[in-house]
């Protein structure tokens, strides 16, 4: 396993390269294994955190057969073989960022429950979230909802939809954008995510009342 060092911006431009082959030949040779030293370095601290043993997982996009990844990322979840069903943490890039999530996604059965206890918890949430902190209800778009321009009645929106459409999903974190000096920063860096999964540790915790 190799020592993590920060990102740089030709770590961004992965996303840039045309063919499927040809940009997981770089992003496999390159991000994957910067992204899995990240998230080693973290998951002792996350484990901590949370309670439960923490294993790193990182993204294979083993399905695809003709369109190149746009983003890519290491998960960690409390399951060695597996990550896509469970509440977890992820740290990833899309071209234009790096992001740090806890998500809930599609393939996640706790899906209904957890809406439920978030809205039982609803202005708990709201105000546990720090402002500069962001929401995604898909997983596959770069686009956020901004944390501190979200609505009692626009979250309330989401929890429903995570309730009810089979398809839905819930994610929250922190965008970093490519050019933020943090991301060249390792020891910046490593803090920044422990903070940030810190925080988001309180959700993973609400769902284990689901």
């Known amino acids: 396993m190799e020592q993590f060092n920060g990102f740089n911006q030709k770590d961004f431009d992965v996303f840039t390269i045309t063919g499927l082959e040809e940009r997981m030949e770089v992003l496999r040779g390159t991000l994957s294994p910067k992204l899995a030293a990240l998230a080693e370095e973290i998951a002792p601290e996350l484990t901590s955190l949370t309670g439960d043993e923490m294993f790193v997982h990182v993204a294979k996009?083993?399905?695809?057969?003709?369109?190149?990844?746009?983003?890519?990322w290491a998960a960690l979840a409390n399951n060695k073989r597996g990550y896509k069903?469970?509440?977890?943490?992820?740290?990833?890039?899309?071209?234009?960022?790096?992001?740090i999530w806890f998500a809930v996604i599609?393939?996640?059965?706790?899906?209904?429950?957890?809406?439920?206890v978030l809205k039982k918890h609803q202005s708990e949430v709201m105000?546990?979230?720090p402002t500069e902190f962001v929401w995604s209800i898909d997983h596959t778009k770069p686009e956020s909802i901004p944390h501190n321009g979200l609505?009692?009645?626009?979250?309330s929106s989401m929890l429903d939809r995570l309730e009810t459409v089979k398809k839905a999903e819930l994610l929250c974190g922190l965008h970093i954008n490519r050019h933020d000096p943090i991301l060249q920063n390792r020891d910046e860096l490593v803090n920044k995510c422990e903070e940030t999964f810190k925080t988001l540790q309180y959700l993973y915790q609400l769902t284990k009342e689901s």
């Open 151 to 155: 609505s009692r009645e626009d979250f």
């Open 85 to 99: 069903k469970l509440p977890h943490f992820q740290i990833g890039l899309w071209e234009t960022h790096l992001f």
């Open 127 to 129: 105000n546990h979230i």
């Open 61 to 72: 996009h083993a399905r695809r057969t003709k369109n190149p990844p746009n983003d890519t």
């Open 106 to 116: 599609y393939e996640s059965p706790i899906k209904s429950d957890f809406a439920k």
